[in-house]
């Protein structure tokens, strides 16, 4: 059975500084990896995604993640954040075809 | 391309009342699904379809909730009656066989209120 740990339900950073979202992840097969991103009153949109190629991801607006096997870990990070990526990030993994089972969410709030 | 379309936007009901919402994938996704997210937490998979017929409905409460995808395109999920604990945004999703079904596409959700 497959299962994602959001490590952090918040995490607070200054504008410019570097982000960090920890996910940890079980599967019994090789998973596939998302970071999806949440706007208030909006629509969950896709960040980035990790389906057995290059195990540094690289997603939109500046955000990457790193595919460690030996950690079970696919942390997303940032290196300067802006005011605009204040949102709830979900890690989210899936087993083979698209099942995908959803973290509890990390709540990112960054002060000017 | 048009997104994934889904409506009404919010909906206030009575417990006890029934309710359904509606969800049209982007054209030619074949699998479609329907999460429920409450408040402060993650999106929880209902229901998932690959055309008109059920890939995994094991944590659709079945006693109250039913869905369909007559057609293998447009769906509706519905709740009768509803409970207090219905209360969530409920999201519909569709991915494709061209995207090797390795992500899903979201719509802004229902968000609904049982009082």
């Known amino acids: 059975a497959q299962s994602v740990t959001q490590l952090d339900s918040h995490v607070s950073v200054s504008e410019g500084t570097p982000v960090l979202l920890r996910c940890n992840y079980s599967s019994s097969y090789s998973p596939s990896l998302f970071w999806y991103v949440q706007h208030p009153n909006k629509g969950l949109q896709l960040l980035l995604k990790?389906?057995?190629?290059?195990?540094l991801v690289k997603g939109i607006n500046g955000f990457e993640a790193e595919f460690k096997k030996s950690e079970t870990s696919f942390h997303l990070t940032k290196p300067s954040a802006h005011m605009s990526d204040a949102a709830e990030y979900f890690c989210v993994v899936s087993e083979g075809s698209y099942i995908p089972t959803f973290g509890r969410g990390t709540s990112l709030i960054v002060h000017p | 391309e048009a997104g994934v379309a889904q409506s009404p936007r919010y909906k206030i009901i009575e417990k006890r009342q029934s309710v359904a919402f509606w969800c049209n994938p982007i054209s030619g996704h074949a699998t479609l699904y329907w999460y429920q997210q409450i408040l402060g937490q993650g999106p929880k998979l209902l229901i998932q379809?690959?055309?008109?017929?059920?890939?995994?409905d094991s944590q659709l409460p079945k006693d109250r909730f039913s869905a369909e995808r007559l057609k293998g395109v447009d769906s509706t999920l519905k709740i009768q009656p509803a409970k207090l604990e219905d209360s969530a945004v409920y999201l519909c999703?569709?991915?494709?066989?061209?995207?090797?079904?390795?992500?899903?596409?979201f719509g802004q959700g229902t968000r609904l209120t049982v009082v």
């Open positions: 999703a569709s991915s494709s066989r061209e995207a090797g079904y390795t992500e899903a596409f």
């Open positions: 379809f690959q055309n008109n017929g059920v890939v995994d």
């Open positions: 990790y389906t057995s190629a290059a195990t």
